[in-house]
């Protein structure tokens, strides 16, 4: 049983919490209907009532016509707060560095992936343990290491991973890569985390039977967990991905729809993984749907909040930051979002999001305008949001230091540079 806590945030009694944007803006990326939320300080006032949130992700819906419609930047997007109620908890002194709190548990992560991809033939192997060269971030993991030690913690036990919070972080490291293998040969990519891509070593047919081999590689660790409703969690990840990839070879002609269909497709492509993994090692340690519910909707605004900045990135970090060429999206005909708040300032971009950026010179029109608007800043503004509520969510929990770590995540999200 989950012990109880108290908010962090001074949140009226008796509310199901919503985040300010979902409150002012009727953005939710879930099917609940959400209740009442007075946010003290903000100014923002919703309804009454006491739904239970849905435990399944639905599609994101609109961020609201306000954003889209207005040219200014809003006192909205970056409401202020009373000071936090255990401030003490909160200290920069206190929050823990998530990087070195969660390498003990990340130690071995790719010696056991490759554990599990291993082949007797040569070159399906190399193929396979390419991107699995202990060189990259583990992000993911990283998350869903300090998630499942917060929720042990905060569930009266100690924090010491169970043999299944464990799988699921090296399963979720595992479906990012194929998802990234999958994507470089839809977009036709030569430059992946600095090195030349699969589909240009080895050619796109091989590229995607190497994605295919590690989700299914992935899909048996998972069935080996032995919890159903993990494998129907985490099954959704998948689902999610195809369904974002799908959602991103289209526009909408629809201006006022766009932005809906953008964090729709962020959802499903980036936070989908973050959320339903986070959801999965609470499931595995906590009964109670609130619990689940709080891990579900921290990987949620934090997979969010990710793209977004990974999308200024696109505008404002050069080649050899990224691991990647600038400007991609454009040249992949895709409007993130300072490309869509640009919009309202420069509306020749309507255009050009339409015949995704196919025309000469499209691509370099378009990035001008994305410089000289405020798309970047409003951005970043809309990302601070989401890192808000995370911060809201995860506080919920009884305080540890992989619950601070998480805090301090956010600003680690929010101020990367690649």
């Given at each position: ?19 300010v944007l979902e409150t002012i803006c009727g953005f939710n990326g879930r099917s609940a209907t959400f209740t009442a939320l007075s946010l003290r300080g903000t100014g923002a006032v919703a309804g ?31 409401p202020t707060r009373k000071p936090c109620c255990c401030k003490r908890i909160h200290s920069d002194a206190k929050l823990k560095d998530p990087f070195t709190l969660a390498q003990k548990d990340l ?161 499903k492509k980036t936070a989908s993984l973050i959320a339903n993994s986070c959801k999965a090692v609470s499931i595995l340690v906590n009964s109670d749907p609130e619990v689940q519910e709080i891990a ?123």
């Amino acid at each position: 049983m989950a012990i109880p806590w108290r908010h962090c945030w001074r949140w009226t009694t008796g509310a199901t919490s919503t985040s300010v944007l979902e409150t002012i803006c009727g953005f939710n990326g879930r099917s609940a209907t959400f209740t009442a939320l007075s946010l003290r300080g903000t100014g923002a006032v919703a309804g009454s009532g006491k739904e239970r949130l849905s435990s399944r992700p639905e599609d994101t819906t609109s961020i609201g016509n306000y954003i889209l419609t207005s040219r200014h930047k809003s006192r909205l997007l970056y409401p202020t707060r009373k000071p936090c109620c255990c401030k003490r908890i909160h200290s920069d002194a206190k929050l823990k560095d998530p990087f070195t709190l969660a390498q003990k548990d990340l130690n071995h992560l790719y010696d056991d992936i490759k554990k599990e991809l291993f082949v007797s033939k040569s070159e399906l192997k190399s193929l396979c343990d390419y991107y699995f060269d202990g060189k990259g971030k583990a992000f993911r993991p990283m998350i869903v290491v300090l998630m499942a030690r917060a929720c042990n913690i905060h569930s009266n036990r100690d924090g010491d991973l169970l043999p299944g919070q464990r799988s699921i972080a090296m399963i979720s490291e595992m479906i990012h890569t194929a998802s990234l293998v999958h994507d470089d040969v839809i977009d036709g990519s030569d430059k992946r985390r600095g090195k030349t891509t699969i589909n240009e070593v080895w050619g796109e047919r091989k590229a995607i039977l190497a994605g295919d081999f590690i989700l299914s590689a992935a899909s048996m660790a998972l069935a080996r967990i032995g919890n159903n409703t993990v494998v129907s969690v985490l099954s959704q990840v998948i689902e999610d991905l195809v369904r974002g990839e799908f959602m991103q070879l289209g526009s909408k002609e629809n201006e006022s729809e766009r932005f809906k269909h953008y964090l729709e497709k962020s959802f499903k492509k980036t936070a989908s993984l973050i959320a339903n993994s986070c959801k999965a090692v609470s499931i595995l340690v906590n009964s109670d749907p609130e619990v689940q519910e709080i891990a579900f909707q921290y990987g949620r605004n934090v997979g969010i909040a990710f793209q977004l900045v990974d999308d200024v990135l696109d505008f404002t970090a050069c080649a050899s930051q990224l691991g990647k060429p600038s400007a991609t999206d454009l040249k992949l005909g895709l409007a993130t979002g300072p490309v869509l708040f640009a919009c309202q300032q420069f509306p020749e971009l309507h255009a050009m999001i339409m015949r995704r950026f196919s025309t000469t010179g499209d691509v370099d029109r378009a990035w001008q305008y994305v410089l000289e608007s405020d798309g970047v800043d409003q951005t970043n503004y809309l990302a601070q949001s989401y890192c808000r509520e995370a911060i809201r969510q995860i506080s919920l929990l009884r305080p540890s230091p992989e619950r601070d770590a998480l805090i301090r995540l956010t600003e680690m999200v929010l101020t990367r540079d690649k």
